[in-house]
């Protein structure tokens, strides 16, 4: 039982983690370019942020992509490359 109760717990630890990701990635594109993104709208995988939107906003993220990834990595969030889709 003591097993379980470790296993559950490390499940939710992992469950938080990406949670406060995904919540710093829209704050923080949202802070430095004004575009607010849902958290279906991107996808981080090993460094790679890939992100879905209009014409208009990716632009604006393209133009601070640089600020948007010191501040991310400010936060212990890797982003290497930034997709746009």
Request: glycine content about 4%.
């Amino acid at each position: 039982m003591e097993n379980l109760s470790k296993l559950l717990e490390r499940f939710s630890k992992i469950l938080n983690r990406d949670s406060f990701i995904k919540e710093t990635i829209v704050r923080v594109i949202g802070e430095n370019t004004g575009v607010k993104l849902a958290y279906e709208n991107f996808l981080l995988k090993d460094g790679v942020l890939e992100i879905l939107a209009g014409a208009s906003s990716k632009n604006e993220i393209r133009l601070k992509e640089e600020s948007i990834k010191t501040e991310l990595a400010l936060h212990k969030i890797p982003v290497r490359r930034v997709l746009y889709r």
